[in-house]
């Protein structure tokens, strides 16, 4: 007979952080030796970082059995950007079961706890995998909008002057992160501060960023890290976009430089798709059949007859999808 499991909503400082990191590396095991992911992220340190952000702690919705952590759910606060109003969203993510817990809806039991924590107005958003889909459904969250993957080879690439990268985020980048919103739609809020928690203070990984300026102003950015995917060495664009497309040629010329520096064979790019056609950016979009896995924003506004975030126009990259 199968154990009743309880389900509570806490955060990281009061849990077995060992226990927890223990078990997001046997939910995920057969997955990362299936897609030959070498990093492990599931360290406390990584944790730490992650649910202690600009927007607040994160909660986290914990499935227990006999005092073992079996399963869980997080939702980490960020900061939303919609027609100019900034205000609280929580990104849903770290879903993990133990192999042998599947299949009693803890996804569904942990979203639910962590619901009811929320104020009616608080944003809820995601990228549900494939088995976390159903219970994403389940749980009556709509998608929003699809990611694409847009590609280049950085072959040729990263022609011209030098471009070196920068130390930090200035703050210049919050009015830069106001005209994106004015340009691109509702968005996270890519905010000075925002940007150093994201890359510069990530205990995982090296990120290279270049923002390009016209008249002391930001025009484009783009940061970027070397990853692998499915073997395969890519420079892997968390964040690409730009308010004039003067910028374009500037940003190109640096991925291509860092591309050709780290020996990458590929530049790979997630976005939302409305500003990344080929003739302005030379990024090609990669067919669906050669997708390595379908990458969907979904989300809704706590009380679900609210559908103002629901309806509009949203962007997303790499960088929102947190794989990297």
């Known amino acids: 007979m199968k154990s009743k499991v309880q389900i509570l909503v806490t955060d990281f400082g009061n849990i077995n952080g060992d226990q927890y990191c223990y078990m997001h590396a046997q939910a995920f095991q057969t997955l990362f030796q299936k897609n030959k992911v070498v990093e492990n992220p599931f360290t406390a340190d990584y944790f730490n970082w992650k649910y202690n952000g600009p927007g607040g702690k994160a909660k986290l919705g914990i499935a227990l059995?006999?005092?073992?952590?079996?399963?869980?759910?997080?939702?980490?606060?960020?900061?939303?950007?919609?027609?100019?109003?900034?205000?609280?969203?929580?990104?849903?993510?770290?879903?993990?079961?133990?192999?042998?817990?599947?299949?009693?809806?803890?996804?569904?039991?942990?979203?639910?706890?962590?619901?009811?924590?929320?104020?009616?107005?608080?944003?809820?958003?995601?990228?549900?995998?494939?088995?976390?889909?159903?219970?994403?459904?389940?749980?009556?969250?709509?998608?929003?909008?699809?990611?694409?993957?847009?590609?280049?080879?950085?072959?040729?690439s990263g022609i011209g002057v030098k471009k070196t990268n920068d130390l930090s985020f200035s703050d210049e980048k919050n009015e830069y992160a106001r005209k994106l919103n004015d340009k691109y739609g509702s968005m996270v809020f890519r905010s000075a501060h925002y940007l150093t928690w994201r890359y510069l203070n990530r205990p995982l990984g090296k990120y290279f960023n270049y923002s390009h300026k016209e008249q002391d102003c930001v025009t484009g950015m783009t940061v970027a890290r070397v990853a692998y995917i499915k073997g395969i060495k890519a420079l892997v664009v968390m964040e690409y976009h730009f308010v004039n497309k003067s910028a374009i040629v500037h940003l190109n010329a640096f991925l291509g430089q860092r591309a050709n520096e780290n020996n990458c064979l590929l530049i790979v790019l997630l976005s939302t798709p409305d500003e990344l056609r080929f003739s302005k950016t030379r990024f090609f979009t990669l067919p669906k059949k050669f997708e390595p896995r379908e990458v969907v924003l979904f989300g809704q506004v706590k009380a679900r007859e609210n559908k103002h975030l629901s309806n509009c126009n949203w962007f997303m990259q790499t960088g929102d999808w947190d794989a990297f």
């Open 65 to 156: 059995d006999n005092g073992q952590i079996v399963g869980s759910v997080s939702m980490v606060p960020l900061h939303i950007i919609h027609n100019g109003k900034i205000q609280l969203g929580w990104h849903t993510g770290d879903v993990a079961v133990l192999p042998g817990f599947s299949g009693r809806f803890l996804f569904n039991q942990c979203m639910n706890a962590l619901r009811m924590q929320l104020d009616d107005q608080d944003f809820i958003f995601g990228f549900p995998n494939l088995n976390n889909l159903s219970g994403a459904k389940r749980a009556g969250v709509p998608p929003l909008r699809k990611l694409n993957y847009y590609i280049k080879p950085s072959l040729f």
